[in-house]
């Protein structure tokens, strides 16, 4: 997962170029002097209270940047509710990091500006200027910096750093990339060591078995111990001489709990469990993996990877199911018209790419959500979907190009990993993040308390 993690951050940060200056107009306000005369409130939320004016700051910056690039501007009202429900998660996400001790540190800071002026091909201080010649203080975007950084480290710690995945998971999804008759044989390379049991034994001879089998595996998991040594002074097997060593086998030459307990495990584990078997006790290591019979690079599974933009309508914030399809439909007939995709993204779409005109780069296998990745793999390069229904809401889906992603077995099944896990992390992120707003003391204020009553309805 580390390679995940910090793909997920340097893709943060790229967006976060655009999106910081936006956040801005709300960090301003709410470091107003406390003299200035009282605001009404907009939202309460727990303690916390968003005004008014720090609304109407961050919808006036939005459209304002929105009409600096000729996007179109959504309607006001739809915009206002969808800009307050963002600062309403943001604020939640805010106290729960501070509940939980979370805290970023100046030289963090520093760091991350310096690669945000990197991706806009700028020294730190020419990219200061430029910010501060359209109006944001560079006080004010640093400490929008840090709340990027605090809200990714909230999420590593109560999402991303729980994702796991398993070789049987990965074995799973790359079969599943080259259709149901196609095989993929990867052979297991495992170490055993058998304690045995005689036949007819009697239970005092069974139960003595399975307390010294059971010493040698808390042995084996032990840190810095050596698998191969164990296997020579205790294993009753054959193959002790040689630690133990079975070689690269096919699963289906290998007992079929050997073959079961090595989909569980990645390579230099040991199982944590002892085997049964006819001849007594197994205590089995998986060494490696690597494509069947003398396979390479050529023979290894291929993964087809979609470069491929979309735009996202989220259902119920002050939009009907009915409105976000016809929505979505009008926008695919300017795109076909000849309209530009990215920027119709850019101006309505309700996804963290949408700063970036819809890109979500290149997509692997079971990276998105089955419902997305069907109407995708349907696509061909550069058409563009009808509505998509996702239980993220709607989608418009443009397929840019297409490529096979090629290189060893253990390359494979790296990014397949990676794809799993990008996909159980976003899912368990959207989880977390809708228990963390239901578990919120949310009341909406004003003209959009009666909207915040319809989109519960």
Not at 289 to 305: F, M, Y
């Amino acid at each position: 997962m580390k390679k995940l993690r910090l793909a997920t951050l340097a893709a943060s940060l790229a967006a976060a170029a655009t999106l910081l200056p936006v956040a801005s107009a709300s960090a301003q306000a709410m470091g107003s002097p406390s003299g200035q005369t009282a605001d009404s409130v907009a939202a309460v939320v727990n303690n916390d209270v968003i005004t008014q004016r720090e609304l109407d700051e961050r919808v006036g910056l939005i459209t304002r940047r929105l009409q600096q690039q000729n996007a179109p501007v959504p309607p006001l009202q739809q915009l206002r509710v969808q800009v307050l429900n963002q600062m309403v998660l943001e604020r939640i996400q805010l106290e729960k990091a501070k509940e939980d001790g979370i805290q970023v540190g100046d030289a963090q800071v520093q760091t991350t500006l310096q690669r945000l002026a990197q991706a806009n091909n700028m020294q730190l201080e020419m990219y200061r200027a430029r910010l501060e010649a359209e109006g944001v203080p560079w006080s004010v975007f640093t400490r929008d910096a840090r709340t990027e950084l605090t809200l990714s480290k909230l999420r590593e710690k109560e999402v991303d750093s729980k994702i796991t995945v398993s070789d049987a998971e990965v074995a799973n999804y790359i079969a599943s990339q080259r259709g149901p008759a196609a095989k993929v044989q990867l052979d297991l390379r495992m170490e055993h060591i058998l304690v045995k049991v005689p036949d007819n034994a009697q239970q005092a001879d069974l139960a003595a078995a399975q307390t010294k089998a059971q010493a040698i595996l808390q042995q084996a998991m032990a840190s810095g111990a050596k698998f191969e040594s164990l296997a020579k002074d205790n294993s009753q097997a054959a193959d002790a001489k040689n630690g133990g060593d079975l070689g690269f086998l096919p699963p289906s030459k290998l007992p079929a709990d050997f073959a079961s307990a090595a989909s569980q495990l990645r390579p230099g584990q040991v199982n944590p469990e002892l085997i049964r078997t006819s001849d007594g006790f197994e205590i089995v290591k998986l060494v490696d993996r690597r494509a069947g019979q003398g396979g390479n690079a050529a023979d290894a599974p291929k993964l087809v990877q979609t470069h491929v933009r979309h735009i996202l309508l989220r259902v119920g914030d002050g939009m009907s199911e009915q409105d976000a399809r016809q929505k979505l439909l009008d926008i695919r007939q300017q795109v076909l018209a000849g309209g530009d995709f990215a920027k119709f993204a850019r101006s309505y779409s309700q996804d963290g790419s949408a700063s970036q005109g819809g890109d979500l780069g290149w997509i692997s296998p079971g990276e998105t959500v089955p419902d997305f990745e069907r109407a995708m793999n349907n696509l061909k390069d550069r058409e563009v979907s009808e509505p998509v229904r996702s239980e993220y809401g709607y989608h418009l889906i443009q397929v840019l190009e297409r490529r096979e992603a090629e290189g060893s077995v253990a390359q494979q099944m790296d990014l397949a990993r990676q794809a799993i896990g990008q996909r159980k992390a976003e899912q368990a992120y959207a989880d977390w993040l809708r228990e963390l707003r239901d578990s919120a003391y949310v009341q909406y204020k004003g003209d959009l308390a009666g909207l915040q009553q319809q989109q519960q309805q």
